[in-house]
């Protein structure tokens, strides 16, 4: 089946600082999802991408369908204490757009 | 607010027994919803496929004997692990998309349930 390449693994980084993260697939995507988990709770919907090259914007959260349609990315600028937590990138497989396939995740940690 | 809704949030049930979980799609029908698993620190995995008034749909090594689902009405689907065992424990997450008629519309996943078997 697809996989999704998630990277990088962790991060630990301090308030206010960028964080950029990003998933590679060997095969075509053509949505690309990105949640933030909190512990003990199911993940929440950031940002959804459906056509390559697409840019869209959530506050401060911003993400990239790439052109070819095998990646994307996610950036989330001046980081705060309540970003902390797991983020996953998630694509539709099995033919049909809501059997989707997560990546391993990212945990961010953010220090005050 | 949630849109999904998903009960008990946790459980602990000794091995042998079973362990029923419900989700449910607040204020909008789901004729198709999605059961997750998730181990500690790794990612979710779609167990199964529930679709309203017909059988379930398995992944790949899923035992469907085991993990009975039911989706009897357009917002409630429900999970039961049968006769579980210690190796079972995990966080069991449901989720539904609600159709607005748009092509693309979003996947809303419950808050989870850690089943916990002793």
């Known amino acids: 089946g697809q996989q999704l390449n998630q990277s990088p693994q962790s991060m630990f980084i301090q308030e206010g600082e960028d964080v950029s993260m990003n998933c590679t697939s060997s095969?075509?995507?053509?949505?690309w999802l990105w949640y933030k988990q909190d512990p003990g709770e199911g993940p929440v919907l950031l940002i959804a991408?459906?056509?390559?090259?697409e840019l869209t914007s959530n506050g401060r959260l911003t993400a990239q369908f790439g052109i070819t349609r095998k990646d994307s990315f996610l950036n989330i600028s001046a980081s705060i204490p309540s970003d902390v937590g797991i983020y996953f990138c998630?694509?539709?497989?099995?033919?049909?757009?809501?059997?989707?396939?997560f990546g391993k995740g990212t945990l961010l940690t953010v220090n005050p | 607010g949630a849109v999904v809704s998903q009960h008990p949030s946790r459980v602990i049930c000794k091995s042998g027994t079973s362990v029923k979980i419900e989700c449910r799609s607040l204020?909008?029908?789901?004729?198709?919803m999605f059961w997750y698993r998730q181990f500690p620190k790794q990612s979710l995995m779609l167990m199964a496929t529930?679709?309203?008034?017909?059988?379930?749909?398995?992944e790949q090594g899923v035992e469907k004997d085991k993990f009975l689902i039911n989706h009897a009405s357009l917002t409630l689907s429900t999970l039961t692990v049968t006769s579980a065992h210690p190796e079972d424990s995990s966080f069991y997450i449901c989720?539904?998309?609600?159709?607005?008629?748009?092509?693309?519309?979003?996947?809303?996943f419950g808050n989870g349930t850690r089943l916990t078997v002793t």
């Open positions: 529930s679709n309203e008034g017909s059988k379930a749909t398995y």
């Open positions: 204020d909008f029908q789901a004729t198709t």
């Open positions: 998630a694509g539709p497989s099995g033919g049909s757009n809501y059997k989707l396939t």
């Open positions: 991408l459906y056509k390559a090259g």
């Open positions: 095969s075509i995507f053509n949505t």
């Open positions: 989720s539904a998309a609600r159709l607005t008629g748009i092509q693309n519309s979003p996947l809303h």
